[in-house]
Nanobody, 118 residues
Framework: QVQLVESGGGLVQPGGSLRLSCAAS????????MAWYRQTPGKQRELVAA???????NYADSVKGRFTISRDNAKNTVYLQMNSLEPEDTAVYYC????????????WGQGTQVTVSS
């Protein structure tokens, strides 16, 4: 079992920045793709950004150029740097770990609230 713990959410003004962190309970980075999703009430959870074990990244069109996903394998931690935040970015952000090879495994964190408001 893998536990994911997010941190770094909060209230920020439009145009501001936040950095989310997701720490894994054990070393999984060698075979897991790490991702950030977000969800607002009444809507489906959507992919924000993902990074493979090899370092390849992809982003939702709505955050390209503003958000950056990265990972520190030594710390078992993935980050989401969010710049130029907009009210539309307000959501609960969830960390996800998905195994790339072998037995399918998919883990979620508990979520962290990000609110962009003046």
């Amino acid at each position: 079992q893998v536990q994911l713990v997010e941190s770094g959410g909060g209230l920020v003004q439009p145009g501001g920045s936040l950095r989310l962190s997701c720490a894994a309970s054990r070393r999984i980075f060698s075979i897991y793709t790490m991702a950030w999703y977000r969800q607002t009430p009444g809507k489906q959870r959507e992919l924000v950004a993902a990074i493979t074990s090899g370092g390849s990244t992809n982003y939702a069109d709505s955050v390209k150029g503003r958000f950056t996903i990265s990972r520190d394998n030594a710390k078992n931690t993935v980050y989401l740097q969010m710049n130029s935040l907009e009210p539309e970015d307000t959501a609960v952000y969830y960390c996800n770990a998905k195994r790339e090879i072998g037995i399918p495994s998919n883990y979620w964190g508990q979520g962290t609230q990000v609110t962009v408001s003046s």
